[in-house]
């Protein structure tokens, strides 16, 4: 049974870094798409980065390029969200997400059904 188990976030001042794992324990292959969206109070849940895990392609929601940066260790099985110059805007619960059936792809990298694994989530908390 595959599953992403997520650690870090927390609560920061604006301006600051953190950073998130996540780890997917029994998927063998781990040829998919893997990465990271957010859910905020009252908002829909929306695609922050994601990463080819069978190559090195990644996307980015056009509020977070520059400041935050998706990668991943497959001898370790895990990707990565480091968060930098973050802004109050950035506070929501954050959650791993992995597609193990289809590779990233800039058209529909977004779309949440594309998904079959989803993480606890993990909240991050930027204050002004």
């Known amino acids: 049974q595959v599953q992403l188990v997520e650690s870090g976030g927390g609560s920061v001042q604006a301006g600051g870094s953190l950073s998130l794992s996540c780890v997917a324990s029994?998927?063998?292959?781990?040829?998919?798409?893997m990465g990271w969206f957010r859910q905020a109070p009252g908002k829909e849940r929306e695609g922050v980065a994601v990463i080819d895990t069978g190559g090195s392609r990644t996307y980015y929601e056009d509020s977070v390029k520059g400041r935050f940066t998706i990668s991943q260790d497959n001898a370790k099985n895990t990707v990565y969200l480091q968060m930098h110059s973050l802004l109050p805007e950035d506070t929501a619960m954050y959650y791993c997400?992995?597609?193990?059936?289809?590779?990233?792809?800039?058209?529909?990298?977004?779309?949440?059904?594309?998904?079959?694994?989803w993480g606890q989530g993990t909240q991050v908390t930027v204050s002004s």
């Open positions: 029994g998927w063998s292959d781990r040829s998919g798409c």
């Open positions: 997400a992995a597609a193990t059936w289809v590779m990233c792809s800039s058209t529909y990298w977004r779309e949440k059904n594309k998904y079959d694994l």
